[in-house]
Nanobody, 122 residues
Framework: QERLVESGGGLVQPGGSLRLSCAAS?????????MNWYRQAPGKERELVAA??????????KYIDSVKGRFTISRDNTKNTVYLQMNSLKSEDTAVYYCNAILTGMTLHDYWGQGTQVTVSS
């Protein structure tokens, strides 16, 4: 059974850094999956923060404008894990961060983790 488990969240001061991890289990050929990090702040809609494509098409990465140059998404297929390195954190980055895995093909496969809280505050 497919499962995603996020870790690495916590409380950090503005300007600080955190690295989130998303460990995937039960996935066949993890490298084929597109992996995403979403976040949801209180009272706001969930938004896609960063994405990394399947390794079959070259691990292409994309980011929302507000995190470009500060966040980096990466994957280690040997560990079935995707990371989100977050630097120069701002108060507006405070949210619950969710890992998402998508596999496209004849049918769409879509899985979510339980989320990890990131709080940026002095």
């Amino acid at each position: 059974q497919e499962r995603l488990v996020e870790s690495g969240g916590g409380l950090v001061q503005p300007g600080g850094s955190l690295r989130l991890s998303c460990a995937a289990s039960g996935f066949t050929f993890f490298s084929d999956w597109h992996m995403n990090w979403y976040r949801q702040a209180p009272g706001k809609e969930r938004e896609l923060v960063a994405a990394i494509s399947s390794s079959r098409i070259g691990n292409i990465t994309k980011y929302i404008d507000s995190v470009k140059g500060r966040f980096t998404i990466s994957r280690d297929n040997t560990k079935n894990t995707v990371y989100l390195q977050m630097n120069s954190l701002k108060s507006e980055d405070t949210a619950v961060y969710y890992c998402n895995a998508i596999l496209t093909g004849m049918t769409l496969h879509d899985y979510w983790g339980q989320g990890t809280q990131v709080t940026v505050s002095s």
